[in-house]
């Protein structure tokens, strides 16, 4: 019986009732773990305020402002962690970014800053998270992140977002390298595409779920709460033995060819 009761799980991206993240921390909860969430701040407090609403069913005991790209404030997440719970057993990673150009066009035009943008907020906040998770993970604990096929394969208006996800997919091999000396495992999930407000700015969206529907083995896309199930199962002593593994959540679509 999966059960994450007694667990410390940060979940991170939640923008909406559409969000992968948001399926995620659903089925965190419903497997009993105590959720902590981020959000991203803005000048205005609208994240904050919209996010708030959509986790309060979920009776977050920490709900914190966290912008990847802020060194400092990245750090005060894990000390406020450190200081409200003493220790974090499940970090799960649901960020990325790229410019509306880097997502469009020819990927031989996006710009240097572009580029250097769409890796540090989709690959290397994977890594600067977990740095700041691992003192927090003595007692061992899973790391999850979310992927696409777009990170091994060619994905038409993908661009720049696809050297992100490869990226991404190498800090989940190497982290799990490391972390595993402390019983930390490290997995990513690649999920079939979905309507999201990120995957929004992927052009054609709708064409690449509606040829999903029609070629993958179980002739339709996956939903939000799929995906969740799988990472809670991935957070869970059912999981104990799979780390640097990236799982494909697609209706099957990744196997094939033709």
């Known amino acids: ?8 799980a940060l ?44 986790v309060e069913p979920l009776q977050p005991s920490l709900f914190l402002p966290c912008d990847v790209q802020n060194e ?26 790229a410019s509306k150009d880097a997502l469009s066009g020819d990927f031989s035009s996006v710009s240097r800053q572009d580029y250097a943008q769409a890796i540090e907020v989709s690959a290397y906040s994977l890594v600067s998270m ?19 096929l777009g990170g091994v394969r060619v994905i038409p208006n993908y661009n720049t977002m696809g050297i992100a996800k490869a990226a991404l997919e190498m800090n989940v091999r190497y982290l799990a390298f490391e972390m595993g000396s402390q019983n930390v495992r490290v997995n990513g999930i690649s999920a079939g595409p ?3 407000l990120a995957s929004s700015a992927v052009g054609g969206i709708l064409d690449m779920i509606h040829h999903v529907e029609e070629v993958a083995p179980l002739r339709r896309t ?37």
Not at 1 to 8: P, S
Not at 21 to 29: D, E, V
Not at 74 to 96: N, P, S, V, Y
């Open 130 to 148: 977990s740095r700041a998770a691992k003192p927090l993970m003595a007692e061992g604990g899973s790391i999850v992140t979310l992927t696409y």
């Open 72 to 97: 400092v404030q990245l750090q005060e997440t894990f000390d406020t962690i450190k200081d409200k719970w003493g220790k974090l057993d499940i970090l799960i990673h649901c960020l990325a970014f």
């Open 222 to 258: 996956v939903t939000q709460a799929e995906v969740g199930n799988t990472a809670a199962f991935l957070c869970s002593d059912l999981a104990t033995g799979i780390t640097g593994q990236i799982l494909y959540v697609d209706a099957g679509y990744e196997i094939m060819g033709m």
């Open 194 to 196: 979905i309507r999201t």
């Open 11 to 54: 979940v991170t991206g939640i923008a909406n009732n559409k969000s992968i993240a948001w399926g995620i921390a659903q089925q965190l909860h419903a497997a009993g773990a105590n959720l902590g969430v981020t959000y991203l701040p803005d000048e205005k407090g609208r994240f904050e305020k919209k996010v708030s609403e959509l």
């Open 1 to 8: 019986m999966l059960n994450l009761t007694g667990k410390n």
